[in-house]
């Protein structure tokens, strides 16, 4: 992708062969190919100024829907290079994309979430991760160009009772230790640290 231009890309780096993306007036997600790298910002801005002043497109153009998966895929490819809570983000967006992911990711509504996440009986806290990881979806699709609007901001926050204490149990303790000693022992010291503390894990690990 042009960093300098959004909309305007190689799709195969080094062929000379330039695209752009851009929405329509009714928010699709449009693709066009072009030659080199002038005449495809010529066209870009031609498109631009179209679909600003109404003007109806060729009916002739391919228009791509975005899918709810290809969507999970960027945000799980940010997530791990960006993120401590990656193995969590792959297991929730794992289970939206049986409900969601063949689905164009700008055909569902705040409503369509806010049904599936009030069909499980989570707490507070769960509904609200997902929440959040939804908004994370759309936030970066939104900047790549991939949808122009996020739903999960309409979903509303669910309250969070913050004062309950949660500590794991002389029979839960020694399960989850072994579990790690044979998956992943490099983490033991997180967990003694995590036990011997009492830090949170946003603390912990920032």
Known sequence: MNKSIRGIYEKEPGTGVWWIR?????????????????AALKLY??????????KKLPGTLRTQKVTFRELSDDML????VHKVSFEDDELRSGKLNVAFGARAADS???????RWLSGHDWKPATFNRYKALLSLMY????????????????IKTRRENN????????????VLRT?????HPERLPE??????????RGEQYG
């Open 163 to 174: 004062a309950r204490d949660r500590y794991l149990t002389d029979t839960e303790e020694p």
């Open 139 to 154: 936030r970066l699709g939104m900047n790549n160009g991939k949808v122009i609007a996020n739903p999960a901001k309409l």
């Open 22 to 38: 851009y929405a329509d007036a009714a928010g699709h997600i449009r693709r066009e190919k072009m030659g080199n790298k002038a």
């Open 45 to 54: 801005r031609k498109r631009k100024t179209e679909v600003l002043e109404g």
């Open 179 to 183: 579990y790690l000693a044979e998956r």
């Open 77 to 80: 490819e940010y997530s791990k």
């Open 108 to 114: 569902i509504t705040p409503q369509d979430f806010d």
């Open 191 to 200: 967990l003694d640290i995590s036990l011997h503390t009492g830090m949170r």
